[in-house]
């Protein structure tokens, strides 16, 4: 059964089951960046995309020089008390930790020095940019971590205002091979009008690779209900999405 007819046998109920098992972008390890801020928190969320169908979260913290300076250590011990919560909790979901990667010169640095990054699934690295102007070492950044033998992650490139008015720098990410992910959130409108139609437009190119839900507080999961009514919604998981691959 392809993603889209099993969405169509479903959207008769009144509880929507996604057939996403696996979400790789969120903000679900408490205090270490601007996502949930305690462990109860944390839980009622994770309640939630249980009920939506998820079975594992790849969680990932952002890694930002100046504003959230996070590291393996401060990211795997905050992963260690959310799956004690969640064991206790009696949650069924598994929950991994990866990072969000701003590009500042840090990252630059870190590439530079062969320090390794967090991965997840098979070498796959999240990143995001500044969402106004594109970074000057975009390029050297991608390029850099593709030598390296990583896979880059491009985070939400729906939200770019950068990229949504440059054809060409599009289409140069696209023939880096950069893996899109998109924010399921994004076909709600929440960001912008602007944004919503760039998704879309990332979509009807065939451009996305995974989704994520970008969850920061609670507030996404009802933004993500908003977005499971949109036809681009159903649109996008009949792309051949690769959030599955990693459960
Ligand atoms: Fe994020």
Do not use: W
């Not at 100046?66 to 795997?76: F, G």
């Amino acid at each position: 059964m392809s993603l889209l007819s099993f969405f169509k046998n479903k959207k008769t109920q009144t509880t929507s089951v996604l057939p996403l098992e696996v979400d790789i972008h969120s903000h679900l390890i408490p205090g270490i960046d601007d996502g949930i801020e305690s462990v109860e928190q944390g839980l009622d969320i994770l309640r939630e995309m249980v009920d939506l169908g998820y079975k594992k979260v790849i969680t990932t913290p952002h890694t930002m020089m100046e504003a959230y300076p996070n590291t393996p250590e401060t990211i795997n011990s905050g992963l260690a008390v959310m799956k004690a919560a969640i064991a206790e909790a009696q949650i069924p979901i598994e929950i991994e930790a990866a990072t969000e990667y701003f590009l500042d010169e840090s990252f630059i640095e870190r590439l530079d020095n062969d320090e390794p990054l967090m991965t997840f699934g098979d070498n796959y690295v999240l990143f995001e940019t500044s969402f106004m102007n594109a970074p000057p070492f975009l390029k050297e950044a991608t390029f850099k971590m593709t030598v390296k033998g990583y896979k880059p992650v491009y985070a939400h490139p729906e939200r770019y205002i950068y990229l949504l008015e440059d054809d060409a720098l599009l289409e140069e990410m696209v023939d880096r091979s950069l893996y899109f992910q998109l924010n399921l959130v994004s076909l709600s409108g929440c960001y912008s009008k602007p944004v919503q139609k760039f998704s879309e437009k990332l979509i009807d190119k065939e451009l996305v690779s995974f989704v994520g839900t970008d969850c920061h507080n609670m507030g996404h999961i009802d933004y993500l209900k908003r977005s499971m009514q949109s036809k681009y919604f159903k649109k996008v998981l009949d792309l051949n999405l690769l959030n599955n691959t990693l459960l």
